[in-house]
């Protein structure tokens, strides 16, 4: 009889999973680490693949989720390939930071509290601070900081990553 936290048990989607659990030793403590490597397997944590690790780490899956919603660098929702952060904190937002949100919005066609494009290109979200006041207004592509942007190069960032993408 195979155990729960045998991952054939479970199905092909939790083998990546089970890799990442017995890399950290199944150690409760290292839960950040542990979602930080299943974000970066499915650039986002499936609700299912959070109570598998509750589950396999013996914790309850309100910790799991709590710390999952507590940090916003964790997202529960699908994302895009390429995640744009725009800041929106008092330097950035002084500098005038929302033209820059809308003018890629309007180019990536998202209305509303839609926050990724239907092909799953691209997820745009605003936060806080980046924590580079010193270049605002700041977006940050993926891990790629973007200072003193404008709406001009806002679009010229979106279009090149496009261009690189049907290439």
């Known amino acids: 009889m195979r155990s729960k936290s045998d991952p054939e048990c479970n199905g092909r989607k939790f083998v990546k999973i089970f ?3 017995e890399k950290y030793e199944r150690n409760p403590s290292r839960l950040v680490p542990i979602l930080q490597a299943v974000q970066e397997e499915y650039r986002y944590l499936p609700r299912e693949v959070l109570t598998y690790v509750a589950t396999a780490l013996n914790i309850s899956p309100a910790r799991v989720f709590g710390v999952a919603t507590f940090y916003s660098h964790f997202a529960t929702e699908p994302r895009g390939k390429h995640v744009i952060r725009l800041c929106n904190g008092t330097a950035c937002h002084v500098k005038d930071s929302i033209p820059i949100l809308e003018v890629i919005r309007k180019r990536l066609k998202l209305e ?6 239907d092909d799953m290109m691209f997820t745009v979200e605003t936060v806080a601070c980046l924590g580079a006041c010193g270049l605002a207004p700041v977006v940050v592509v993926n891990e790629d900081v973007h200072g003193e942007m404008t709406p001009a190069n806002g679009l010229e960032l979106v279009e090149a990553i496009i261009a690189q993408e049907l290439s």
């Open 112 to 117: 509303g509290k839609k926050i990724t494009t």
């Open 19 to 21: 890799t990442i659990l």
